[in-house]
């Protein structure tokens, strides 16, 4: 089963620091762009950052650049995502998200393509 | 504020078609792949359209996608009680090298 799981969050005073983890199972993690999406409470989607397959490409939404960091390690199936100098509006769930799309058998991934697994996500609470 | 724009909300009776739609710019749905996402109350978002109007294995075909220029629609026919939702447009954005998704649409079925 192709499943991603995400771990890592949690309660966090304003200027501290998490990594979040996200472990992939069931499907050939190295052949794929991954990405970072959260949502804060009762709002919509915000795509956070994204990383090549071997680490060597990384984007970033403009709010986070210079606080988060997007990585990666092929040989544990996992990315990771260190956010630092945390803010309140940084509390939200953080999805890790697969890139690529599968069709006639074959899989292609990309920055550019749709998300086609989600993990379910782990809460980032920034509060004093 | 969203890169991408969509009417917060949309509503149909079971049966009916509805279309949602999503508008960009040159360096977003003007240049680049429109994928679509389904989320239902407290779930992660779902992959509904991609690459415009492709549709993941297990999404029907009651359920198609369409771009022109630097707008793109999603239709839902023969609309039932589980398409109740809030449904997400996304784009990558060359100017901005990230991905912009939409506001979200929230699919209210009467």
């Known amino acids: 089963e192709v499943q991603l799981v995400e771990s890592g969050g949690g309660l966090v005073q304003p200027g501290g620091s998490l990594r979040l983890s996200c472990a992939a199972s069931g499907f050939t993690f190295s052949r794929y762009w991954m990405s970072w999406v959260r949502q804060a409470p009762g709002k919509g989607l915000e795509w956070v950052a994204n990383?090549?397959?071997?680490?060597?490409?990384?984007y970033y939404v403009d709010s986070v650049k210079g606080r988060f960091t997007v990585s990666r390690d092929n040989a544990k199936n996992s990315i990771y995502l260190q956010v630092n100098s945390l803010r309140a509006e940084d509390t939200a769930v953080y999805y890790c998200?697969?890139?690529?799309?599968?069709?006639?058998?074959?899989?292609?991934?990309?920055?550019?393509?749709?998300?086609?697994?989600w993990g379910q996500g782990t809460t980032v609470t920034v509060s004093s | 504020q969203s890169v991408l724009t969509q009417a917060p909300s949309a509503s149909g009776t079971p049966g009916q078609r509805v279309t949602i739609s999503c508008s960009g710019s040159?360096?977003?749905?003007?240049?680049?792949?429109v994928n679509w996402y389904q989320q239902l109350p407290g779930t992660a978002p779902k992959l509904l359209i991609y690459?415009?109007?492709e549709r993941p294995s297990g999404v029907p075909d009651r359920i198609s996608g369409s771009k022109s220029g630097t707008s793109a629609s999603l239709a839902i026919s023969g609309l039932r009680s589980e398409d109740e939702a809030d449904y997400f447009c996304?784009?990558?954005?060359?100017?901005?090298?990230?991905?912009?998704f939409g506001g979200g649409t929230k699919l209210t079925v009467l």
């Open positions: 998200a697969r890139n690529g799309y599968c069709t006639g058998g074959s899989c292609y991934s990309d920055y550019y393509y749709g998300m086609d697994v």
């Open positions: 040159s360096s977003s749905i003007g240049g680049n792949y």
């Open positions: 690459r415009n109007s």
């Open positions: 990383i090549k397959q071997d680490g060597s490409e990384k």
């Open positions: 996304a784009a990558w954005d060359g100017s901005l090298s990230g991905v912009v």
